[in-house]
């Protein structure tokens, strides 16, 4: 009871003039900047939702002043939207899945001081982050040498693994002490009963702060499938194909087709706000998920004991 009471009064002491005005102003400033985050986005939202000629008019707008849901209605009526969709959580996951499981036993592997070629394995890769052979040799390799044109694979396994996420995934496997991985060798165990099950339980923020990037590559793809995915190909990835919609939308306003449509009808800007939304919305609801962890994994090795 005595030790509560304690506690009690340490949580209340008094903050000075000094504190008060120091914390009213960080909070102030946090939130202005929370702010000019956020309202960018909702003003995409907003002109959504605008009609054409409004957006022609007056530009961007926070509330539409001319409501309507014609610029979502023309991109799911293009066709293909929800099988892109489909497709890209499919890859998102499975990329993200086994890409932490590459990453995180790489980053172990090039950690561990009884492995002989860490050092040699650790500059290749770290070389491979500063030089490229370029888009030619890269595009020959992937169409001639692997065969993957025309294939999912194409845009799967390139954005699977990369020297920085390995390089962080070291780092953050840096952290946790060699004698922990001592300790399980003496109790007899062997090097994957070691990493899944005392290593990896350490490296829930490294794995939510990897996790998290390998997600966002995947799901903002859409490189890979303009090089490798001809129209051959009926569903591609979420970005490519609202990139193709926009492409339509601005080359119907420029064929002799439009010509006999009012371009009001043709919600141009529109369409490109709701590529936005569709694009962005899904991915914002993973980050309550991983913040904790996310935070957590940033902050690693900023305090040193």
């Known amino acids: 009871m005595k030790k509560h009471e304690e506690e009690s009064s340490a ?24 702010i000019a985050c956020v309202f960018p986005f909702l003003l995409i939202i907003g002109t959504s939702f605008s009609s054409e000629a409004s957006i022609r008019e007056i530009g961007v707008q926070l509330i539409p002043r001319e409501f309507t849901l014609k610029a979502y209605q ?16 499919l890859i998102t996951l ?6 932490l499981g590459c990453i995180s036993m790489a980053g172990y592997a090039l950690q561990r001081k009884d ?21 030619a040799p890269y595009y020959l390799t992937m169409t001639q040498t692997y065969h993957l044109k025309d294939s999912y694979f194409a845009v799967w396994l390139p954005l699977l693994m990369s020297p920085w996420l390995v390089i962080l995934m070291k780092n953050f496997v840096k952290q946790i002490p060699h004698e922990i991985t001592e300790s399980g060798k003496i109790d007899g165990a062997g090097d994957m009963t ?41 569903v591609k990835p979420l970005q ?12 119907l306003k420029n064929s002799v087709a439009g010509q006999y ?5 043709v919600p141009t800007e529109g369409i490109k ?17 991983v913040q904790k962890y996310f935070i957590g994994g940033i902050t690693v090795g900023a305090v040193k004991g």
Do not use: C, H
Not at 261 to 265: F, I, K, P, Q, T
Not at 273 to 289: D, K
């Open 94 to 99: 499975t990329g993200t899945l086994v890409g």
């Open 273 to 289: 706000m709701a590529n936005a939304v569709l694009a962005t919305g899904p991915i914002i609801f993973l980050y309550p998920f």
């Open 194 to 234: 070691i990493f899944v099950y005392l290593v990896l339980p350490m490296l829930k923020p490294a794995l939510a702060t990897v996790g998290l990037f390998l997600a966002l590559g995947y799901w903002n793809e859409w490189y890979q499938s303009s090089l490798f995915l001809s129209t051959k190909v009926d």
């Open 11 to 34: 949580a209340k002491v008094k903050l000075g003039r000094t504190d008060i005005f120091i914390r009213t102003v960080g909070y102030v400033i946090i939130s202005l900047y929370a």
């Open 261 to 265: 449509v009012s371009l009001a009808d």
């Open 115 to 135: 492995y002989p070629y860490r050092n040699a394995i650790s500059f290749f890769i770290y070389f491979t982050s500063l030089f490229s052979a370029g888009l």
């Open 240 to 251: 490519y194909t609202l990139y193709e919609v926009v492409n339509k939308m601005d080359a």
């Open 74 to 89: 023309m991109v799911v009526a293009s066709g293909g939207i929800w099988k892109s969709y489909g497709l890209t959580i």
